[in-house]
């Protein structure tokens, strides 16, 4: 399993719109192939400030499968206008201790 791990800096005034198109863009993701699960946290301490969690099968089903879709057109529609800058993606791999 790969974790996909996203800090979303938010313009500012936006961040009420941003959650309402995040909750639309969840279906989106959640229903492509090899997705097992995401989470979106704010941050406490700093404002507009997003933390999203994906959990993908494997890194191509997230840097090819979802990238290269349709559905990702579409993900990119409601939120890619919300950031400032724009965000780095990085992907993670579990080391069993």
Same mark, same amino acid.
């Given at each position: =399993?790969?974790?996909?791990?996203? =800090?979303?800096?938010?313009?500012?005034?936006?961040?009420?719109?941003?959650?309402?198109?995040?909750?639309?863009?969840?279906?989106?993701i959640s229903? =492509?192939?090899?997705?097992?699960?995401?989470?979106?946290?704010?941050?406490?301490?700093?404002? *507009?400030?997003?933390?999203?969690?994906?959990?993908?099968?494997?890194?191509?089903?997230?840097?090819?499968?979802? *990238?290269?879709?349709?559905?990702?057109?579409?993900?990119?529609?409601?939120?890619?206008?919300?950031?400032?800058?724009?965000?780095?993606?990085?992907?993670?791999?579990?080391?069993?201790?």
């Amino acid at each position: =399993m790969i974790l996909e791990a996203v =800090m979303l800096p938010v313009k500012p005034g936006l961040e009420s719109d941003f959650e309402v198109a995040f909750k639309k863009a969840s279906k989106i993701i959640s229903s =492509m192939d090899g997705y097992f699960s995401h989470e979106l946290h704010r941050c406490i301490e700093v404002e *507009r400030k997003y933390l999203l969690l994906v959990k993908w099968e494997t890194l191509e089903s997230h840097t090819v499968k979802f *990238r290269t879709s349709a559905e990702y057109q579409e993900w990119k529609k409601l939120l890619h206008h919300f950031y400032e800058p724009f965000p780095t993606v990085e992907h993670f791999e579990e080391i069993e201790i």
